[in-house]
């Protein structure tokens, strides 16, 4: 891998976290198409550059979590209250991480089953904005209930399978629970923090016997970086603004597109 590969992952990395449409999906794809193969150099940095993307959410809602936590600290009601949201929603992938994990590295990760991912979330998405009903006032984060966010929770497990998308799963989940589209991705993103580093961490222990330093370029592993909290920052503002006055449908057919050309790289 060299300072292209690595700019061009953290691109996709920035790009794809965030919005209803799998990085891991196109992480895959975009590895296979610049031909870095699966070794375990490059799942680890595409693990490690991850924490680009987190870092632009932290950096975007820095005033609430600087809020919320000084708020923890005064035991403060609606700080606790966002706590025990994040927290609901964060246990049940978490929980169901850990038990199947390996297999899910064993039979998910290749480009076939991601590709059945792709597509049928892309329906799945395509059918929620057509026939569900649209909420008709701004659910607020302080008007959620721990219920409310323990079925999010669950909705998030969905995302273990590669090419479904964390994104895609919460923001639907907060859908039936009466959430805007907007609120719903805001949502989404906090749980990203501890749900992706979580899951980063979890990743790099398991397979720390096989991950070897020399192989890890310091420059490379920083120019990922740096892409990917760039390139997130501006997609997390954009697509909050999209969302204001878009439906996620787009997201849907683009899914589609994108399981099939998985599909065609197959056959």
Not at 64 to 80: F, V
Not at 115 to 141: D, N, W
Not at 199 to 221: F, P
Request: with cysteine.
């Amino acid at each position: 891998m060299d300072f292209f590969d690595a700019a061009i992952l953290g691109i996709v990395e920035g790009l794809t976290e965030f919005l209803p449409i799998s990085s891991t999906g196109h992480l895959i794809l975009t590895s296979h198409l610049l031909g870095l193969g699966d070794s375990e150099s490059v799942k680890a940095f595409e693990v490690i550059i991850q924490s680009g993307a987190i870092f632009a959410v932290i950096w975007e809602y820095r005033n609430l979590l600087a809020k919320t936590c000084g708020g923890l600290k005064r035991c403060e009601a609606q700080s606790m209250h966002l706590f025990y949201l994040i927290l609901f929603a964060f246990l049940p992938a978490a929980i169901l991480g850990v038990l199947v994990s390996k297999h899910v590295k064993a039979h998910l990760f290749g480009i076939f089953p991601v590709a059945c991912a792709l597509i049928v979330g892309g329906i799945v998405m395509i059918l929620v904005e057509r026939f569900s009903k649209k909420a008709t006032s701004e659910k607020s984060f302080d008007q959620m209930t721990k219920k409310d966010a323990l079925m999010i929770g669950i909705a998030q497990c969905f995302s273990l399978w590669p090419g479904t998308s964390r994104s895609m799963a919460t923001i639907l989940g907060g859908r039936f629970i009466g959430l805007t589209n907007k609120t719903a991705a805001e949502f989404s993103f906090l749980l990203a923090i501890p749900t992706i580093i979580g899951a980063s961490v979890y990743d790099l222990y398991k397979s720390r016997s096989n991950l070897s330093v020399d192989e890890m370029n310091i420059g490379i592993l920083w120019v990922g970086l740096i892409f990917s909290f760039v390139t997130a920052l501006i997609v997390i503002r954009a697509f909050l603004k999209f969302l204001s006055s878009h439906s996620l449908e787009a997201f849907g057919w683009y899914r589609i597109l994108v399981g099939l050309v998985f599909l065609f790289l197959l056959a």
